[in-house]
C-alpha cells in the first residue's frame, strides 16, 4: 500500500516527539498551516488528507471500507505504523477527533496523547444529551446537500467557519468544500453526522485534551462538557470563539491550550 499516494502524507521537521495531525470533513492538511510551525522545530509533524479528501487518492475510496469511521481509523494506525517510530501525539478536528478516538481504542500503544478540536461522538439529540441538531435537521442537511451541493457548500461553510470579522476565512472553506468529489462528500457526511460514538468514550484512556469554542453551531459547547464527564483521562479547555475551527480563527489561544496540555506529559 503506497500511503504517501493515498493520503498525501507529507512529513515535516523532527525530534523525538511525533505530531500527527487529521483534518476535519470538506477540509485537507492545509488547515493546520497555523500549527504546524510552531511545533517544526522540536518535533516530527506528520500530515495528511483523509482518504476521500483534498489531494488523497480518489480511486482509493471504498464506498464499503468507509461506510464507518473505523474505515478511517484503520487508515490513521497504518500511516502511523509507516512514519513514525513511538507513540504519537494525534490533533484532530471535528470528524478526525472521533476517527482519532476509535483509533485510540484499537491500539493504545501508539498513542500518547489525543487533541481533540471541536470533536463531537454524536451531533443528534437524545433525551438530555444535545447534540446540537435533530435528526429532522440532519436528515434535512444530508438532502439538501444531495440536491444542490454546490449551493449548500456555499452556504454551510462560512457558517461553520464562523470568524465573520475575517470573510477569507469562511471563503476558504467553501472553495475546500466545492473541491471534494460531491458523491464523496454526501456519503461521508452521511457516515459523518449520523453516527453516534458516545458508548465508546469511557473506553479511550488515552489523555485528551479537548477544546471547544465558546459559540460553535456544529459542536456546541454541551458536547465538549459530556464529553469531559465520560472521557476517564481528558481535561476540557473552552476558546473563546465563535465557529468550528479555532485552529484557524483563534490559533493563538489553540496553541496556548495545547502547550499546555503538552508540557504536562511525562515523555
Known sequence: MDL???????????????????????????????????????????????????SSDLAAYDFKKYNSLDGYASDLLEIIDGFSDG?????????????????????????????????SPCYINDGDYIGGFSREDIDDLIQTMESNYLGWSSTMAPAIMGAHDRE????ELTNSFCRTDPTIAKHFAKVTFLSDHRAMLSKSTTPALILQCSEDIIAPRSVGEYMQNQMPNSELVIIENVGHCPHLSAPEPSIAAMQKFLNQLVF
Open 168 to 171: 477569507e476565512l469562511g471563503q
Open 4 to 54: 504517501v499516494k493515498r493520503n498525501n502524507v507529507k512529513v515535516v521537521g523532527d525530534g523525538p516527539v511525533t505530531m500527527v495531525y487529521a483534518h476535519g470533513f470538506g477540509c485537507d492538511q492545509s488547515m493546520w498551516r497555523y500549527l504546524v510551525p510552531v511545533f517544526e522545530s522540536g518535533c516530527r509533524n506528520i500530515l495528511f488528507d483523509l482518504t476521500g479528501s483534498g
Open 87 to 119: 507513540p504519537v501525539i494525534f490533533i484532530g478536528h471535528s470528524v478526525s477527533a472521533t476517527i482519532g478516538l476509535l483509533a485510540t481504542i484499537k491500539a493504545p500503544e501508539k498513542f500518547r496523547a489525543q487533541v481533540m478540536v471541536g470533536p
